[in-house]
């Protein structure tokens, strides 16, 4: 459980600066919704891997070893979230409530993927 408590925390970390990127790319560069969730949400991956690298899961993997699987899962659960949000998004919700929901349903696939294959000791 006490894993589960960091991966939310950085997750939330991750995921607040995903939302900025988001909010950023919709409201200021006119980038359409969902192509601006699903780049706010690879940037954002980034921090992700290494804090819960260093701090979830504090791993000693090597990085050839763990960087690879992240980048699976990352694109897997890139795809995931992207039709939820668009999926959402196009049922006529608000872009910030459809990628709630997508994120929401997308961080329990998330935290299995990180916990049992790329960060395992």
Known sequence: MKGFVKFVGVGGLATVFQYG??????????????????ISYGISALFNYLANYYLTFNSDAQHLQTLPKFIVATTMVL????????F??????HYLIAQVMATVITLFVNFV????WIYRK
């Open 21 to 38: 990127l988001m909010i950023g790319f919709i409201e200021f560069m006119n980038i359409p919704e969902v192509p601006a969730s699903a």
């Open 79 to 86: 795809i995931i979230n992207t039709l939820l949000f668009s």
């Open 88 to 93: 959402f998004f196009n049922t006529g919700l």
């Open 113 to 116: 993927i990180h916990k049992y």
